[in-house]
Antibody
Framework: EVQLLESGGGLVQPGGSLRLSCAASGFTFTSFAMSWVRQAPGKGLEWVSGISGSGGSTYYADSVKGRFTISRDNSKTTLYLQMNSLRADDTAVYYC???????????????????WGQGTLVTVSS | DIQMTQSPSSLSASVGDRVTITCRASQSISSYLNWYQQKPGKAPKLLIYAASSLQSGVPSRFSGSGSGTDFTLTISSLQPEDFATYFCQQSYTTPHTFGQGTELEIK
């Protein structure tokens, strides 16, 4: 059974940092790209960042580029999101998600997210 | 970035109705279009990928169509458990943008 379990959310002051983790199990982690998607309270879904199975290709939304870093440790089957210079508008539930299939090894193009974690809430407030 | 626009933003319907939600991309995305269902407090669930492929375990009353810039999600006969919010998403190129969502409510 595929499981994705996020952790690391919490309350942080503006300008602060936080690292989210997503522990994966039930599938061959290295074979699949992964992404982070967030949802601000009462709002829609926003794709934040993605990473290829090898970790060699990473992608970011403009809203987080230069502040957030996605990474993965395939030996620990864990996905990470390092978030720096946090702002109030980063407040959201953050989900990790597994890509169903990629069209290339870099995975800038592929199919949808077939498994999602339960989400972890990040609140940026003073 | 590719903009995804869904319509309508909200929709009231009854059990047994046929419902169609549309999604338009700001440029061609071939068939790299996905549909998700989200219920309050839950993670999204993949319904349709590649515009028209039904994800494993999803009831056959859900179907998708389209290519290029215009896509539709159809629910052939609404069931009580289908009342939720639906999102489209393009996975043609990063950022993999989502539509703003369509809230499907009980009439």
């Amino acid at each position: 059974e595929v499981q994705l379990l996020e952790s690391g959310g919490g309350l942080v002051q503006p300008g602060g940092s936080l690292r989210l983790s997503c522990a994966a199990s039930g599938f061959t982690f290295t074979s699949f790209a992964m992404s982070w998607v967030r949802q601000a309270p009462g709002k829609g879904l926003e794709w934040v960042s993605g990473i290829s199975g090898s970790g060699g290709s990473t992608y970011y939304a403009d809203s987080v580029k230069g502040r957030f870093t996605i990474s993965r440790d395939n030996s620990k089957t864990t996905l990470y999101l390092q978030m720096n210079s946090l702002r109030a508008d980063d407040t959201a539930v953050y989900y990790c998600a597994k890509t169903l299939r990629c069209s290339s090894s870099s995975c800038y193009r592929g199919d949808g997210f077939d498994y999602w974690g339960q989400g972890t809430l990040v609140t940026v407030s003073s | 970035d590719i903009q995804m626009t869904q319509s309508p933003s909200s929709l009231s319907a009854s059990v047994g109705d046929r419902v169609t939600i549309t999604c338009r991309a700001s440029q061609s995305i071939s068939s790299y279009l996905n549909w998700y269902q989200q219920k309050p407090g839950k993670a999204p669930k993949l319904l349709i990928y590649a515009a028209s492929s039904l994800q494993s375990g999803v009831p056959s009353r859900f179907s998708g169509s389209g290519s290029g810039t215009d896509f539709t999600l159809t629910i052939s006969s609404l069931q009580p458990e289908d009342f939720a919010t639906y999102f489209c998403q393009q996975s043609y190129t990063t950022p993999h943008t989502f539509g703003q969502g369509t809230e499907l409510e009980i009439k």
